[in-house]
Structure formats: C-alpha cells, structure tokens
C-alpha cells in the first residue's frame, strides 16, 4: 500500500540488514530455548499435548487420502465426528497435504511447524514492538521475552494451533498500530487487520475467544485517544473498522458460521455450556492463586517454599510455567513510568492489569472475569498468554529507556542488548529444559499390540480405559499403529454431542455394547482409583472376560459375543421428553430387553404425526413430554397401552421378553468415510440400528427414496425398514450453511484480491 502503511510495509522490510541480523539473533535466541526439542526423536512436554495433535494430523491426511479435501466426517474416534468444525482444520490439512506431496514423515512436519512457530512468534512480537518503541534494542528485548516466557514454552508446546496463534496474534497489533502510524486514519487501511482478525479463529477459536476482552480493552483506548486528537477523523474510522469487520466475518465465514450453527450438537455444549461439568471450585483450582505465584518466583531462585497444590496442577513443571521473569518485570516496571505520556503504553498496561484479573479468577474478591458468559468457564490459567504479551511489550519500553541513559553509546549500547538478552536466555532457562525429545511415545510391547489389533480386521471398534489426561494423549498416538475405529478419543469437545453424554454420563458397558466395542485395552500395572478398578470388573462380568493379548505393559481383553456394526431390532420405542439426556437412566435396561430406543427431531409430542406414533411398538414418556394439551391427549388416545412412562421403566417395567430377536438378514459396506450402505431382508418391519455417532448431518434413502434418519439407542444412526429387502444409503451431507459460509469466504477473498490489485495500480 502506498506509503508503505500496513503488512506490505512490513514484508518488503524483511530483506533488510537489520531484519537479517535481529531475525537471525532472535531465531538463535528461540532455538536455545528449544534445545531439548533439536535432537533426533519424538518431541515430549509435560502433558505430551502435542500427541493427539499428531494423531489429528494424521486424521486429516487419512480423511483427505479416503475421501477428498472436502469431506468433514473422519469414523476413527467417538464412532465419528465433524473434525473440520472444531478444530483448526486448515492448519491440520495444510501439515497433511505436505505430508502426502513429500511422503514426509508426519512426526519431522510436526517437529518443523513447532520451531517455525517459535521462531515466527519471537520475529512478529520483534515487529510489533519496533513499531511502538523505534528501538532495535527494545525490540530484540520484547522478542525474548514473548518467545522464551516460560508459559509460552508450557502450553505452545502442548498444542501446535497454540503456538501458530501465539506467532500471528502480535501481527493483527501491528496491523492496528502501522494503520495509526501517520497523521490521517484511511479507511483502506482496515483490510489488513481485517485479514489478520480472520486467521486468528481459524488458528484457535477458543484463544480467539480467550483474546477478544483483551483485544477489545487495547482497540477501544487507542480508538479513544486517536478520536480525541483529531475528532474531525469519525468518518474514516467508521470506515476503517467496517472494512476491517466485513473483511474479517467474510474471510473467516467458512469456519465460523458452521461451527456457530452446529454448537449445540458437540459435547462442548454439554462440557463447557449451561451443564457444565466444571464447579465454581475447579474453576478456582484452574486459577492461579497469589500464594501460586510466588511459589514460582520463590522457587525459580533455588529457595525452599512448601504450599500444596491444586490436583488440577500436578507437576512440578507448573510451577515453573508461573514464573514472569525478574528481568522482564524489572524492565516492564522501568517502562511503566511512561504511561501517562504515551497512549499507546497505557493501553498495553491495561491489558496487563486485565489478565491478571483474569488469571486470579475467583481468587480475588469482586473479579468481573469469572462472571463472564463462557468466557468465566474457561480455565483462567490461559491468562498467561496475555500477561506474557503485555510484558514483553511494557518491557521494550523499560529496555528503550534504559538504552537512552547517557553512559550507554556506541558498542556499550550494543553489548547492553546482548547483556540483556543473555539475561534473559538464564532467567527463563529452567523452562526450556521441560521440553525433551523421546526416541517413542509407545513402548515396543504396546506397538506390538496396537499393530496385532490392527491385523484382527474391520467391523468392530476397541476402548482404551484411561483415567489420566496425560494417559489420554499419549495413547491416541496408538492410531497411527491400529488404523481401525476406536469408540473414543483425545478431543471430546468435538464429538457429537448424544455420543458425548452417552460415554460421559451414561452406562460405560451398554456404551460399549452399542459401539460395537469386540476389545478393550487396559494397563495392570497402571495404578487406577476404585471407581475404574470397579469399571473393570464390571466389564469383566458383561463378557469382556478373555485374554486375547497379553505383555508387560498392557493386556487386551475380548468380548467373543460384540454386538455388530449393524443390529436389527423387531420391537423399539419412542421417546418423548425434555432434556432428553434423562433417556440415558432406562437405555440399559431397553438394551437388555432388545428394545430400540428412538428419537426424533422434536423431544414433544407435538413434534409428531399419528402415523409417526403407530410405527413403534412403544412411546416412553418423561414430564414435560408434551407443550400442547390437545397434541397431548391426541397422543395418548393413539397410543393407548402402548404409552408408558419412564419411571415405570426405571421400577423394572418390561417391554419385551429379553433376548427377543429378528428374522433380518444384514449386510454393510462403507466406501467412503461420509458414506455407508446397508442391506436388509426381513419379514416384519424392522429398527436397523448402525453403530455410528448420529450427527444432524446424517441423510438416509431406502430404496432410493428419502426417509427420516432416526437417532436410535441414544447417540447412534437409524431407519425404520418395513417387511421386504431393501437398500439403506447413510450419507453425510453438507448443510446449507456450510456452503453459504464457502460462498461467503470466496467472495470476500475475490473482493480483497481484486481491492489490492486497483490499490497497486493506483
């Protein structure tokens, strides 16, 4: 752009001198701080986060690789689910497309994209900060700092998408203050911090998220100060944040607006929403208490401090993750004093003081944080990432000062930064060393027998009994070894939500059951409370009871009698009744019975036909079941004896004799991962059930003739069949929205290219 204003001005920067030396200074300055990760092997952190990333990044490559860049369903976790809606799939896809076009090794991608992603995080925060403080120096400082914190080096290295949205988070700053850099705001100037606002919910929505109060403090103090110079500016700066808005919503429309749509059909709504599981007390533990921080601090400096720990922490490392930095403090502190006097300082010092607000959480008395909507249900340690980013920027203006004092000129000024950054390099190195590489995440004994499972065939799934988050990750990594269907995984908030309540809330062995579970994985020699030990046992007594792999540190048992991917059932029943999550107290006892349990798209009465009603055997009810009186006795008049109540079912009320069964014949095969195609022969109308998470998504034609896709057992896809031999075709669909959102993104980016081509030409 003209003048040089925007990122433009920035990259044609980035051949310059100065940029190859303070670029090269600050890579090496990363990479020290990275020297666990640089040898051969697998890279390791504390949680080993970055696990079931790999193996989402080897999702990615298989989806694409089975069917095309476009399909969204992926069948290897949660019996299915979305993985393009919830999670940073462009980023994922964009690793797995490498990976196919170089046949390189996923695991050497996935080590590169970390330490790029340093590197680039340390080089964006060097531009931001020379942008405020037009000093080499400072900015060098504000560099190491953001990129050595030892936060970033905690939970960046837990998951790549952090560490990407930590390098470009800085970028939409500079964007912002490069657009403000001159005397006159330009409306066109908006198209830059558009394009960056974009990227950043594709990166990560929930940072994003976690990123707006902060973002929105920064904007609106600046916007002040600008407007209160120069008021005569009002229509330029309307103009400039509806370009920046418009570009932002468009460009980032393909992601966002599905995922906005579809939220309430994930287990994130049930996890993190009005049910939320986390108490107002884990929350508190999420916090960091002021006792929490200093124990950082004290502990940093080799002094003896005892102060016992939330269990949500854990380990050791954390309380090295708290500490700020003596130097980045002594300097933010330095640079402070300025506030009064620079508009652009006392914004950032705004956002500081917000995110430690928002770090304390309920810590602190009267804390508006936690009483946000959402927001308050997050975990507040990520606060971190903000109060690093607010540090290391007060910091460049401590370090600007300091450089000003006379005493420092010429080489003195110049062995000051090196001072400083050594400094610095020694005070945040205990945190480097949590980051080690590993020759396996798996030993060989569990890779045998991922890989024997692997041999056993297709047409079931297997469970994994984990309690640990840390033992969460590290065994999804067991994907790349046994390729099969697994019926749970890493990410829960991405699973469909029915499948989500089901394994979370529900009976784990009926789970089981439904999924087609043939084997389940456990470890002896893990120490398990009495609840999983409890578990276990239970499994045992439901037929998971041979040995079919056994070594020193698993043993694999196998249920010979798994129920199917496909299951005909001759009796079903309806279920009506709000929340409709309460259906999971009776689905054990309707399972033992050889009941379908079905539902549909209302959870009232009023939501259906007669002629719906006459097609099961059954009609479960539980209060309310019915908005409308009339649709109410309407109801209940067609369904005579039929109708019976949930608590009836819950006192041991029976339906059908046990073990009642069919006359159909079933077959199935899947060609792609968003289709699956059933055949049934029988004699009586029939409830096919097929054990594959039920997503809205879902469409069903018999015969070639559409029908309705019943969610059958609770979580699971379904059809009713009459008497006859038929063809059942599931497909994944793409919804309206999702293709709206493609349009959306698509014409904003031809409006963008075709704006920065006039603007060049101009």
């Not at 005070?427 to 480097?432: E, F, I, K, S, V």
């Not at 698993?554 to 999550?581: F, H, Q």
Request: aromatic share 12%; glycine share 10%.
């Amino acid at each position: 752009m003209a003048g040089g204003k925007g990122l433009a001005g920035v990259a044609r920067g980035l051949g310059s001198r100065r940029w190859l030396v303070d670029g090269g200074l600050l890579a090496l300055v990363t990479l020290v701080g990275l020297r666990g990760w640089l040898g051969p092997g697998y890279l390791a952190s504390p949680r080993l986060e970055m696990v079931p990333e790999l193996s989402i990044v080897w999702m990615a490559k298989q989806r694409i690789l089975e069917g095309g860049p476009l399909t969204e369903w992926v069948p290897y976790e949660f019996a299915g689910f979305p993985l393009v809606r919830f999670l940073s799939y462009p980023l994922y896809d964009a690793m797995a497309w490498v990976s196919i076009g170089t046949g390189l090794a996923l695991e050497w991608l996935f080590k590169a994209g970390f330490i790029l992603a340093f590197v680039a995080s340390a080089l964006a925060m060097y531009a931001l900060a020379y942008e405020l403080v037009r000093r080499r120096g400072a900015a060098l400082a504000a560099g190491a700092i953001y990129a050595l914190f030892p936060f970033h080096l905690h939970a960046a290295s837990e998951a790549w998408v952090h560490a990407v949205f930590w390098a470009v988070m800085p970028l939409a700053f500079l964007a912002y203050e490069r657009s403000r850099s001159g005397p006159t705001v330009r409306a066109r100037d908006g198209l830059w911090l558009g394009l960056l606002l974009a990227s950043l919910p594709i990166i990560n929505s929930e940072h994003t998220l976690l990123l707006a109060p902060f973002l929105g403090i920064y904007l609106l103090l600046r916007e002040g100060a600008v407007w209160w110079r120069d008021r005569r500016q009002w229509r330029a700066m309307v103009g400039y944040w509806a370009l920046a808005g418009g570009v932002a919503l468009g460009l980032a429309a393909f992601f966002v607006l599905p995922a906005m749509i579809e939220l309430e059909d994930v287990g994130i709504h049930l996890k993190h929403g009005a049910e939320s599981f986390q108490s107002d007390q884990l929350l508190r533990d999420y916090a960091l208490s002021p006792a929490l921080l200093w124990r950082a601090v004290v502990r940093r400096f080799g002094l003896a401090y005892e102060l016992a720990q939330p269990s949500v922490i854990g380990h050791a490392f954390w309380s090295i993750a708290w500490y700020p930095g003596a130097l980045a403090l002594a300097l933010a502190a330095l640079g402070a004093r300025r506030a009064f006097r620079d508009a652009r300082l006392a914004a950032l010092l705004a956002v500081l003081v917000a995110a430690a607000l928002f770090i304390l959480g309920s810590w602190l008395p009267g804390n508006p944080f936690p009483k946000l909507p959402f927001l308050g249900r997050l975990a507040p340690f990520r606060g971190m990432f903000f109060f690093a980013f607010g540090l290391a920027l007060c910091a460049a203006w401590g370090m600007r000062d300091l450089l000003s004092w006379r005493p420092w000129r010429g080489a003195a000024r110049g062995g000051l930064v090196v001072a400083a950054l050594v400094a610095l390099l020694l005070d945040y190195w205990p945190a480097g060393g949590a980051l080690t590489t590993l020759p396996s995440y798996l030993p060989e004994d569990e890779i045998a027998a991922y890989r024997w499972l692997a041999e056993q065939g297709q047409g079931f799934r297997s469970w994994e009994q984990v309690t640990a988050h840390r033992d969460a990750y590290l065994r999804s990594y067991g994907l790349v070894y046994d390729s099969r269907r697994h019926l749970w995984g890493y990410y829960d908030n991405g699973a469909p939500r029915h499948m989500w309540a089901l394994y979370s809330w529900g009976d784990i062995p009926t789970a089981l059951e439904l999924g087609s579970t043939r084997y389940i994985i456990t470890r002896p020699g893990k120490a398990v409370d009495a609840a999983a030990a409890a578990l276990l046992e239970k499994m045992r007594s439901r037929g998971y009871d041979q040995v079919a792999w056994s070594s020193e540190s698993l043993t694999i048992l196998e249920n010979p009698a798994w129920r199917p991917l496909v299951t005909a059932y001759r009796s079903s029943a309806l279920y009506l009744g709000d929340p409709e999550y309460r259906a999971l107290d009776i689905l054990p006892a309707l399972v033992e019975q050889g009941v379908a349990l079905a539902s549909g798209p209302s959870d009232y009465a009023e939501g259906y036909g007669l002629e719906d009603v006459q097609l099961f055997d059954h009609v479960i009810v539980r209060e309310p079941w019915a908005r409308d009186a009339e649709a109410a006795a309407a109801l209940r008049e067609a369904a005579g004896a039929r109708l019976v109540t949930h608590q009836e079912i819950l006192e041991g009320r029976p339906l059908a004799p046990a073990g009642k069964g069919t006359q159909a014949a079933l077959s199935w095969q899947r060609p792609g991962p968003e289709r699956i195609i059933v055949n049934v022969t029988c004699q009586e109308p029939v409830m096919v059930m097929v054990s594959e998470a039920w997503y809205p998504n879902w469409r069903l034609t018999v015969d070639g003739q559409e029908q309705a896709v019943w969610r059958v057992n609770y979580a699971y896809l379904g059809a009713r069949v009459e008497a006859g031999q038929h063809e059942l075709v599931f497909r994944y669909e793409k919804p309206w929205h999702v293709w709206l959102g493609y349009a959306l993104s698509g014409l904003t980016l031809v409006a963008v290219l075709c704006n920065l081509a006039i603007w060049r030409k101009r």
